[in-house]
């Protein structure tokens, strides 16, 4: 692929806020963006499990990213939203602080991610996006989740 080409590339991001820093996953992997609504408790689920919600019928398992990524916990905002994506062949709710917007971001302006950033395993992270003064930390949405973890959740939304 030639530089100009690659300039001319961009990628679609969902950017969302968890403790005032900007996240963002590709748009591809989103289905939606919910209010928060009551969410039912799972016994025995991993601590990061939030518990279900019905979604038009559906059962879908609901994680909170700030317990997942080892961040404080805190009260959830008129502000909070659940942003429903698919995550390794599953459909998960994932809770976040606040949904900021959609940007159009050139794939020039993506770094490679560093080994470590805020408590974050690299392996969370697809990359780092500069963009208008701000830096918006990139996850693969593919990694969040361990396998098993991924396992659990598929038979979470199968048997709820």
């Given at each position: 692929?030639?530089?100009?080409?690659?300039?001319?590339?961009?990628?679609?991001?969902?950017?969302?806020?968890?403790?005032?820093?900007?996240?963002?996953?590709?748009i591809?992997?989103?289905?939606?963006?919910?209010?928060?609504?009551?969410?039912?408790?799972?016994?025995?689920?991993?601590?990061?499990?939030e518990?279900?919600?019905?979604?038009?019928?559906?059962?879908?398992?609901?994680?909170d990213?700030?317990?997942?990524?080892?961040?404080?916990?805190?009260?959830?905002?008129?502000?909070?939203?659940?942003?429903?994506?698919?995550?390794?062949?599953?459909?998960?709710?994932?809770?976040?602080?606040?949904?900021?917007?959609?940007?159009?971001?050139?794939?020039?302006?993506?770094?490679?991610?560093?080994?470590?950033?805020?408590?974050?395993?690299?392996?969370?992270?697809?990359?780092?996006?500069?963009?208008?003064?701000?830096?918006?930390?990139?996850?693969?949405?593919?990694?969040?989740?361990?396998?098993?973890?991924?396992?659990?959740?598929?038979?979470?939304?199968?048997?709820?």
């Amino acid at each position: 692929m030639t530089t100009v080409e690659e300039k001319e590339r961009e990628e679609q991001i969902v950017v969302f806020q968890l403790a005032e820093q900007n996240y963002g996953v590709d748009i591809a992997g989103v289905y939606e963006i919910i209010r928060m609504e009551n969410i039912t408790r799972v016994p025995r689920a991993p601590s990061f499990v939030e518990g279900v919600i019905n979604l038009r019928g559906r059962i879908i398992p609901v994680i909170d990213l700030r317990k997942r990524f080892g961040m404080p916990a805190t009260e959830h905002t008129r502000a909070s939203r659940i942003v429903i994506v698919e995550m390794g062949g599953t459909t998960v709710g994932m809770v976040v602080d606040a949904v900021l917007e959609v940007l159009r971001i050139p794939a020039s302006s993506i770094e490679p991610p560093p080994p470590v950033i805020h408590g974050i395993e690299a392996a969370y992270l697809r990359g780092i996006a500069l963009w208008d003064d701000r830096l918006i930390i990139l996850l693969n949405l593919e990694r969040i989740l361990y396998d098993k973890e991924k396992k659990a959740l598929a038979q979470m939304e199968q048997t709820a």
